[in-house]
């Protein structure tokens, strides 16, 4: 399995599948804070990021949303005081991609290196 945190997200194309739910469990072991879910009718990957205060929440927020314009794949995000939930899918298959847990494992890094530097 190639390490996720280290991985580039790809262009899909819609003549791309969703990957199958096989698959699904495999990724998620890799990121085990992160659950499958609907939301919105499709196949998603969430986790919700509980963080100290309002100011750290938002800055978390801003850190995500940096990360998904470099690798050109965005979450829906949703936050309020002390927590941040990230939810990722693919809308061009309307499902899950790699691309999903590529940047679920980037954004638990993010938190990772937040939580570590206070």
């Known amino acids: 399995m190639i390490d996720l945190k280290k991985a580039r997200c790809t262009r899909v194309n819609r003549s791309e599948s969703p990957i199958g739910l096989e698959e699904v469990k495999q990724f998620l072991n890799h990121v085990p804070n992160w659950h499958s879910d609907n939301f919105r009718g499709n196949c998603v990957v969430r986790r919700k990021f509980v963080l100290s205060d309002y100011g750290q929440a938002r800055r978390f927020v801003d850190l995500v949303a940096d990360l998904a314009e470099f690798e050109d794949h965005h979450p829906e995000i949703i936050f309020g005081y002390i927590y941040v939930e990230v ?28 939580v570590r530097s206070g």
């Open 87 to 114: 939810i990722y899918w693919t809308h061009v298959v309307d499902g899950l991609h790699m691309n999903d847990f590529i940047m679920a494992a980037k954004t638990d890094a993010v938190y990772e290196n937040m």
